[in-house]
């Protein structure tokens, strides 16, 4: 695509909360503690999970590959969102925008299946235990992940490519603090209707159905952890799912008020704080909330830390 011929704009500015000078200055520290927090974790587990053998079951192996999204996800977004925050406006290439925006469609849509594939391995596991081994075997497991991460490339390529075969030749001032699609598709010197309706039905299926799907796999596992004959296991069971169905929504929720309209009503100022939600909060929670409230992560963690310490003793 010959983006010179199609656009007069060249760069983008990013405002983030230009608005507001003190709120930036505040927020930078916190989004830096956030981002290294989320990294470590992420990192963490990835670690854990890889050294460790007996972690190499179906529903490891789906936080793993959790982990790589949130850490890629991050990684995407966090270093420019720093930015912006550090200057009063801050420059981002025609190129590097269209770059960040797939990889955020990519990696977005790549944790919208993977999430709907996690539970559906937990729905497994605890209403059907006895043929649990034959429902998710390796190759059911590895069809699963590869159909998460082709999803999300497939997702990022047709959004991103029509997002930017638009003409910008208005202004290039982009209202957010990241190239998300609906703050930079309102610059787009052309008519975007027929764009709205593929990402209203883009979005009921790539976020609303998964997220229904959830759901549904939870009522299951909720009804089964009822007749568990033990008080503890009960209350366990409903902690672990009350934690990650908060999660779920979390990142769902405030996605779907996001890409369900990408012209919506929200103010722009709305927009930021639903976005900071599954990019901010989501990847740094994802960590404690799958996998270091792990009894099994723990004595993983341990028995690592333990080999480390008698290969290099003080």
């Known amino acids: 695509m010959n983006w010179q011929n199609q656009s007069s704009v060249v760069e983008f500015i990013l405002l983030g909360f230009s608005s507001f000078p003190e709120l930036q200055e505040k927020l930078f520290g916190v989004f830096l503690i956030v981002y290294l927090v989320t990294l470590v974790g992420n990192a963490l587990i990835i670690v854990i999970i890889s050294l460790e053998q007996s972690l190499h079951i179906p529903m490891y192996l789906f936080l793993l590959n959790l982990s790589a999204v949130d850490v890629s996800f991050s990684a995407v977004i966090m270093p420019e969102m720093l930015v912006v925050l550090s200057t009063e406006k801050a420059s981002i290439s025609f190129v590097s925008c269209f770059a960040q925006m797939y990889c955020i469609l990519f990696f977005g849509g790549t944790e919208c299946f993977l999430l709907g594939a996690m539970a559906y391995d937990r729905f497994a596991a605890i209403c059907h235990p006895l043929s649990y081994p034959l429902v998710m075997n390796r190759r059911v497991f590895m069809k699963l992940v590869m159909f998460s991460w082709v999803s999300g490339i497939m997702v990022a390529t047709v959004q991103t490519t029509w997002v930017f075969s638009?003409?910008?030749?208005?202004?290039?001032?982009?209202?957010?603090?990241?190239?998300?699609?609906?703050?930079?598709?309102?610059?787009?010197?052309?008519?975007?209707?027929?764009?709205?309706?593929?990402?209203?039905?883009?979005?009921?299926?790539?976020?609303?159905?998964?997220?229904?799907?959830?759901?549904?796999?939870?009522?299951?596992?909720?009804f089964a952890i009822l007749k568990m004959p033990s008080t503890t296991g009960r209350q366990k069971a409903f902690s672990t799912c009350a934690s990650h169905l908060t999660s779920v929504t979390l990142f769902y929720g405030t996605a779907n008020m996001t890409y369900l309209q990408p012209k919506s009503g929200y103010s722009p100022e709305t927009k930021k704080l639903m976005s900071l939600s599954y990019s901010l909060l989501t990847p740094l929670l994802n960590p404690l909330i799958y996998s270091l409230r792990n009894s099994e992560m723990k004595r993983a963690l341990m028995k690592l830390w333990r080999r480390k310490v008698d290969l290099h003793p003080f």
């Open 166 to 222: 638009f003409p910008f030749c208005g202004p290039n001032e982009i209202n957010h603090l990241s190239c998300e699609t609906p703050a930079v598709l309102e610059l787009a010197c052309a008519d975007t209707f027929l764009f709205e309706i593929y990402a209203f039905t883009g979005t009921l299926l790539i976020i609303m159905v998964p997220f229904l799907l959830i759901l549904l796999s939870y009522i299951r596992i909720l």
